[in-house]
Nanobody
Framework: QVQLVESGGGLVQPGGSLRLSCAIS????????AGWFRQAPGKEREGVSC???????HYASSVKGRFTISRDDAKKTAYLEMTKLKSEDTAVYYC?????????????????????WGQGTQVTVSS
């Protein structure tokens, strides 16, 4: 039984920071790439970032330089550190796992590559 549980969402001021966590169970995490997606009201779910088994990363252009993805396979946890937050970052953020995926800098993320998903955590950036 694979389970992903996000935490760390909440309300933050523009320019502020927030750290999301994804607790993973039911799999050996070092066999998967870990990713973060987000979905704003009325918008499609979009890829934010992912990190491969070897630590290679991808970031959406909208968050590059502001967000940092990381993983701790021993703790079975993935993280997304968000800084310099903007109102446009407001969304539900989802953690997901993908098999046989290499997170390349220039390769956009696809929902179809990710087989396991969490329920999401709300991030609201507002003054």
């Amino acid at each position: 039984q694979v389970q992903l549980v996000e935490s760390g969402g909440g309300l933050v001021q523009p320019g502020g920071s927030l750290r999301l966590s994804c607790a993973i169970s039911g799999v050996t995490l070092d066999q998967y790439a870990a990713g973060w997606f987000r979905q704003a009201p009325g918008k499609e779910r979009e890829g934010v970032s992912c990190v491969s088994r070897d630590g290679s990363t991808h970031y959406a252009s909208s968050v590059k330089g502001r967000f940092t993805i990381s993983r701790d396979d021993a703790k079975k946890t993935a993280y997304l550190e968000m800084t310099k937050l903007k109102s446009e970052d407001t969304a539900v953020y989802y953690c997901a796992l993908a098999e046989m995926l290499f997170c390349e800098d220039a390769s956009p993320m696809s929902r179809g590559d990710f087989g396991f998903w969490g329920q999401g955590t709300q991030v609201t950036v507002s003054s």
